[in-house]
């Protein structure tokens, strides 16, 4: 007998994959696929500050958090740092197994435009595919972590690491808070990547660097990501002043996103330039003397 589907608190009676494809039931909890995503979503709405004054908070502990250590010796914190990376690895692998395939699914199934515009409410934006967005939003904030292992270790802090945090966690609470449609590519993409990249850091802190994974692709990974999330806002933003706010989408949104992943792609690439293409070439010259 076929499962009952799901009917959100808006009711809004979903289908979702497991729905599609019966055999997909085995691998999903009910908990996922009857998880409500509207609290969450209204707590977003409704606590604007909380990012902002996160990375408030989080800017503040970098400069007296350096400041500290300038004075001290450097804390070790390999096997802390390898379990952080393993952690996060694992609940990036999870989302994009509950992301990924939705949104290829929709992909296959609608035009690209409904991808973009269609209310998450009605596709994506509950159920097990709403839980890991839900997740993956809030995980922007025990993310910032990631500096406390820079700082604290004494290793280069570039203003991409954390710009790059600062910037993704008020985007993504934005995005959030005006229920974007077009942001499962983000999460998709997101997920996808971090999976690698953490997982080739944990490898990394526990001095087991993986030969097979040549460290110009993590960086070709990022900007690759890069590419399509500014790719997926112009076209969007396209959509929205050919059509309006019939798009469902949020032009503030739109604005911030492009400029986002655009100043994304610019770090990340003179990154590349730098390291693999500059270092490269003076690393030859560094031999053949």
């Known amino acids: 007998m076929a499962a009952e589907l799901f009917t959100t608190s808006r009711g809004v009676t979903l289908t979702q994959l497991p729905d599609r494809f019966p055999l997909l039931n085995y691998a999903y909890t009910t908990f996922e696929k009857t998880y409500n995503c509207t609290p969450g979503v209204e707590f977003a709405k409704n606590h604007p500050m909380i990012p902002i004054a996160l990375v408030t908070i989080y800017m503040a502990s970098i400069y007296f958090g350096s400041k500290y250590m300038a004075t001290r010796e450097r804390f070790d914190l390999r096997n802390n740092l390898a379990m952080w990376n393993l952690f996060l690895c694992t609940f990036s692998f999870m989302g994009a197994m509950r992301t990924v395939p939705h949104l290829l699914f929709n992909l296959t199934n609608l035009s690209l435009e409904q991808t973009m515009t269609n209310i998450s409410a009605h596709d994506w934006g509950d159920g097990a595919c709403g839980l890991w967005v839900q997740l993956f939003i809030f ?3 025990p993310e910032l972590w990631d500096t406390f292992y820079i700082v604290a270790r004494k290793r280069p802090l570039l203003f991409l690491h954390w710009y790059h945090h600062v910037t993704v966690l008020l985007y993504c609470w934005h995005s959030y808070a005006t229920e974007a449609p077009q942001a499962l590519y983000f999460v998709a993409m997101n997920y996808s990547v971090h ?4 997982g080739y850091y944990c490898l990394m802190a526990l001095k087991m660097k993986p030969k097979w994974i040549p460290p110009v692709l993590i960086t070709i990974a990022q900007l690759s ?31 911030a996103g492009a400029i986002m992943y655009g100043s994304y792609f610019a770090l990340f690439f003179q990154f590349f330039w730098n390291r693999f293409i500059v270092g490269a070439k003076a690393q030859a010259k560094a031999k053949a003397l």
């Open 195 to 198: 999976a690698i990249m953490y």
């Open 139 to 141: 995980s922007k904030i």
């Open 225 to 255: 990501q890069m590419v399509v999330g500014t790719s997926v806002q112009l076209y969007s933003m396209y959509l929205y002043y050919t059509k309006g706010e019939a798009t469902n989408l949020n032009l503030s949104n739109l604005v």
